[in-house]
């Protein structure tokens, strides 16, 4: 099995979902983190962003090697996201060659253009990589399972989780794989690892474990379709 975490710039699929991509890669799934792009324009005084760029791809492997997965940077320049067919086809292609079983992405709605814009082309790509009468490469299609949204401070708007997730034993994990980061240590704008590390354990106190990462299903995924209320058999 499979999980890919998409997200638009190195360190947001960490930040959202480290934790539990930790958890699955410990029970044997194979964890892929795709960044869109290196998030590079928000470069400290002290370097240029083609630098950056390139140290925030290297702290993304070292944060996934941590969290006993792989990481894929594409070439996108950050805050020039744009929705096309031809971005699409490209994230398409992706999940024909890797073969996710299951994605995590941002949610619908967010401050950030960019985060907006990497879910719609997730679910975007998504379909496009099911269809058979779709040419990509020459490959095979491939369904995807199912997509979620997962936490972030920017994407918060109509944001309500429907799954807590224990991450109580992958959360030192996850913590020392955000610190791997410059911009989650030294930003001066948002306290980043603060932030997340209080989430954890919010989520937790709330998913009445010590500390847990949250995720929202896909609109309309989470209607349950059975001969039955779920936990109250009538045979």
Same mark, same amino acid.
């Given at each position: ?105 941002? +949610? ?44 972030? +401070? ?27 980061? +410059? ?53």
């Amino acid at each position: 099995m499979h999980l890919m975490i998409v997200g638009a710039h190195c360190g947001d699929g960490e930040l959202q979902a480290g934790a539990i991509a930790h958890k699955y890669a410990e029970a044997g799934y194979k964890v892929t983190f795709l960044h869109l792009t290196a998030g590079e324009k928000g470069a400290p005084p002290h370097l240029d962003t083609e630098v950056y760029r390139q140290q925030k791809i290297a702290e993304a492997e070292k944060a996934a090697a941590i969290l006993g997965g792989m990481s894929i940077t594409l070439s996108h320049r950050d805050a020039e996201l744009e929705f096309t067919a031809e971005l699409s086809k490209e994230v398409a292609t992706i999940f024909r060659t890797e073969k996710p079983d299951f994605v995590i992405t941002h +949610w619908v709605n967010s401050m950030h253009p960019d985060h907006a814009i990497c879910q719609k082309l997730v679910q975007d790509a998504w379909l496009k990589a099911s269809l058979p009468g779709f040419e990509l490469d020459g490959l095979p299609p491939h369904g995807i399972r199912r997509v979620f949204h997962s936490e972030n +401070w920017e994407d918060m708007e109509g944001y309500e989780p429907d799954i807590y997730v224990d991450v109580t034993e992958s959360f030192d994990a996850y913590l020392e794989a955000l610190s791997c980061y +410059w911009f989650i240590m030294n930003s001066g704008s948002f306290r980043y690892y603060d932030y997340y590390k209080a989430l954890g354990t919010t989520r937790g106190c709330l998913g009445r474990t010590q500390y847990a990462q949250t995720l929202q299903n896909s609109k309309g995924l989470h209607v349950r379709r059975e001969g039955h209320i779920p936990g109250f058999q009538t045979t």
